[in-house]
């Protein structure tokens, strides 16, 4: 099944403790959409400046994703700047410049209108309804979104929230979005407006899915080298969406192999700056992680002896 | 298989958003055995003031903790005040009174020398080799430390690493040990100074076990209501342990098996104040969570589909 993406596509300026990478390519699209064509086709929706050379459109060429919907705007790519301190599970933006995004008008492609997986990355939630309303009969509707909305749009966002069946954002962002402290009780009542599901990103600590009938703790996966955590959280998202199309099962099972597959591509990810490292996966790698998974997290059952038993 | 554990008695005092306890119970030999007894025999050996009464002794009376090598010293009982914010990952530590701890001189008993499961708590690591010299033929011996030591002790903790098999310690106490950010470094090089093994512990996030072999990485049972984290680390620690001892297999599966059952342990303790909640478990309590900690982390391996087999 094919994943239709809207999001940004960005120029990123990244400092982390283990270097430094000026004006690369990035945004919430990009790396979704990247991680997301390993496993199934993928139809992008964003929109780019003049700045935007042939040499940025052969990472999404290469790895046959669908650009036609991918606007070129007079003026500059959407570019942010952001530094990491040795704690990687926190982003300082520098600075953000909007640029040709700010007058973003997401149209679909009339091909992209059949779409039966919908990511709705982190963007104004009015947009994000204005991209659903074009899409004609979706199966999964799952959306990001971040503190900038919840503050400043959040009936905007609670109405995205009820046509929305997953929902993907970190644990800050389930906390603020609650007003709840703590993540369980954040998450059921999230669920109380509209998501079948939640998925809470964790940083380096892994995910936490919850629905009505269960909840599933997905570890990342520990690395000895972390260069850049930048995408980590929408390549999560294209791992997950890209599996759950590619399989078209909804099943808990399913959804449970589906998040383990979005940590091993958040954790190729971070493993460079920018799509380095992502853009030259082999299936063998993927493969072999998503078994490094299991190893990681295995446990069998056994008779528990007590006291009594001795 | 008996344990030994030695290691701090506490009156503590905390306050947490959820609300306060005033000179309850606590310290880490307490938790610790409180948490191993439901698993195995355990000897205790600390120290306690003239304040400490028959309803205090009652607790390990309870729970089978051999108590012969508690010593009862003229004045008061250690004492711990701290606080937690809505980040109940993290203490704050507001007066900490040594008292009668300040000169403890840990003694076994005869009967203690020979455990083969030793616990040696977080105390000074000269008091830790002490206690080690004191028995004569131990199978699995274990630590814990804390910032405290590492910053004011580290040649004597490295002599004590030396002897010790399985290291349980933070994980901002692992990156402060090593000197080094990257937490699966740090473990590694750890792992260099004497232990088989690592366990970090990570709060609400779960814990990591580490070897020249393997990583196991185990969630925390994700609660909808946390009251006082106080002791969570060391009822982690005796469920480790106790289950360990009364199993006395220390095959890689069965250390997996035993940091589940650290981890359930630490989730009921969290449940409430001091040990109410722990001291009052049933076998079936803990089955129970064990079996949900399989639902909480199980995925099933299938064959991943790429775009290639569509």
Redesign the interface.
Known sequence: MNILVVGSVAFDSVKT?FGEAKEVLGGSATYFSVAS?????VNLVAVVGDDFTEEHLSVFKER?VDISGLQHSPGQTFRWRGEYG?DLNEAHTLDTCLNVFESFNPQLPAQYKQCKYVFLGNIDPDLQRLVLDQVENPKLVACDTMNFWIENKLESLKKTLERVNLLIINEAETRELAGE?????AA?KILGWGPDSIIIK?G???A?M?SDS??????AY?????YDPTGAGDSFAGGVMG?LA??DDLSE?NI??A???GSLMASYNVEAFSLERLRNLS?TD??TR??DF?????????P?????C?
């Open positions: 403790p064509s390993y496993f199934t086709p046959d040795f402290a703590n993540l369980v009780k059921r964790r380096e600590y892994g936490l919850l269960t909840v599933f703790s997905a570890p520990p690395l000895e080298s972390v599996y590619s399989t099972a449970r192999r998040i383990i597959h299936s993927i493969e998503f078994q299991k190893t990681l997290t295995n446990f069998e059952l056994s528990t002896c007590f006291n009594a001795k």
